[in-house]
C-alpha cells in the first residue's frame, strides 16, 4: 500500500473546540475497489511527532482469486509500522523475513539505511473471498538513527499490552500510555494505540507527550462538544488534557510523540533529513543497488 500515488489531504471545517488546533480530511484514491484514505501528510502538517505518513486502508472485500499485489519497493529512513483490523497480508523483505500479519499483531519495519519489501495475500486466501482493512503508517527515523541496519520486528497479539475498563479497550502498539509500555521499540519518544469505545465512554487523553493527533477510524466522538465523525485526523494543541466522549461505538488511532529533531524530505517511499541522500536512493533503486527480496521476481519501478 506505500507506493500508491494519492491526493493530498485537505483541511477540514474549522470547529470551536479550542484543544484541536487542526482538522484534517484525509483524501481518498480508489484503486479498483480498494480505497486508501492518506491523513498524512497533509496541508500545513507534515508530521505529529515522528508520524510522516498514516494511510487507512480499506475496509474492502476481495473476490475469489482477488488480493493485495504490492509489488517489493524500497524504503530508507523510516520505520513502518502495519496494524491490521481486517484480513491478512504477507510480508517479505530483503533481510529474509517473511510472514504473515494478522489483526490485533504489529509489523516494525525498520528501513534505516535501506530495505527493500513486498506486501500479498497468500496464493491459498485467494481460494474464498477475503476482507482487508487496516492502518499503514511511517515513522520518520532521528538522524542518529537514519543510516541504521535495516530491520524487522513482529509482535503477536498477546504481546501487546491492552488496557480496560469502562467501556474502552485499548491496545498499545507503540510507546508508553496508560501506566502501560509496549514491546515494540522505536529510537524516539513516540506512543501509538488502538482504542475501542462503547457508547458513553470517556477516554481521557493527556499532554504527557508534545505532539499529539486522534485518527476517527470509525464512529463519532465529542471532545469539548463539538462532534467529529470518521475519516478525520485531529491534531491537538500541546499542553491541553482532552477527554474523548464516544457517542457510539467508536475506533480510534491515538497517535503523537515529541517533535522530530528538524525537518524531513519525503519523495515516493524514501524520507531523509537530507535531500541529496534521497537523491542517491532514487539513483541506487536504478541502478539495481538495493538488495533484493527472496522469492520475488518483480519490482516497483521508481517514478518519472
Not at 523475513?97 to 509489523?107: H, K, M, T, W, Y
Not at 501487546?160 to 507503540?174: A, F, Q, T, W
Request: with cysteine; aromatic share 8%; proline share 9%.
Amino acid at each position: 500500500m506505500s507506493h500508491h500515488p494519492a491526493d493530498d489531504p485537505v483541511p477540514g471545517d474549522a470547529f470551536s473546540c479550542e484543544a484541536v488546533e487542526q482538522v484534517i480530511v484525509p483524501s481518498a484514491k480508489d484503486l479498483g475497489g480498494f480505497s486508501v484514505r492518506r491523513a498524512l501528510p497533509s496541508a500545513g502538517r507534515k508530521m505529529i511527532g515522528p508520524f510522516i505518513f498514516f494511510d487507512q486502508f480499506g475496509p474492502a472485500e476481495f473476490l475469489l482469486g482477488q488480493g493485495i499485489d504490492v509489488r517489493p519497493h524500497p524504503h530508507i529512513g523510516l520505520s513502518t509500522v502495519s496494524y491490521l483490523f481486517d484480513g491478512e497480508i504477507f510480508h517479505r523483505d530483503s533481510l529474509g523475513s517473511a510472514l504473515p500479519i494478522r489483526p490485533g499483531e504489529v509489523n516494525l519495519m525498520t528501513a534505516g539505511r535501506g530495505i527493500v519489501h513486498s506486501e500479498r495475500t497468500a496464493p491459498e486466501l485467494r481460494t474464498m473471498p477475503q476482507k482487508m482493512f487496516g492502518i499503514q503508517t511511517w515513522l520518520a527515523l532521528p538522524k542518529s538513527h537514519e543510516e541504521t541496519a535495516p530491520g524487522f520486528l513482529h509482535a503477536g497479539v498477546d504481546e501487546l499490552p491492552v488496557i480496560r475498563g469502562e467501556g474502552k479497550r485499548v491496545r498499545l502498539i507503540m510507546g508508553s500510555l496508560y501506566g502501560e509500555t509496549s514491546p515494540v521499540p522505536f529510537p524516539h519518544e513516540t506512543f501509538y494505540a488502538e482504542a475501542m469505545l462503547s457508547p458513553g465512554a470517556v477516554l481521557p487523553l493527556d499532554a504527557d507527550y508534545e505532539e499529539r493527533g486522534i485518527y476517527i477510524v470509525s464512529g463519532e466522538i465529542d471532545i469539548a462538544g463539538d462532534i467529529f465523525g470518521a475519516g478525520r485526523l485531529l491534531v491537538l494543541r500541546p499542553g491541553d488534557r482532552i477527554s474523548i466522549l464516544a457517542l457510539g461505538h467508536a475506533r480510534i488511532m491515538l497517535l503523537g510523540g515529541e517533535a522530530m529533531d528538524g525537518p524531513r524530505h519525503l519523495w515516493w517511499n524514501f524520507v531523509h533529513s537530507s535531500k541529496e541522500r534521497i537523491d542517491q536512493a532514487k539513483e541506487d533503486w536504478k541502478r539495481g543497488r538495493f538488495d533484493s527480496v527472496p522469492g520475488e521476481h518483480e519490482f516497483i519501478p521508481l517514478p518519472d
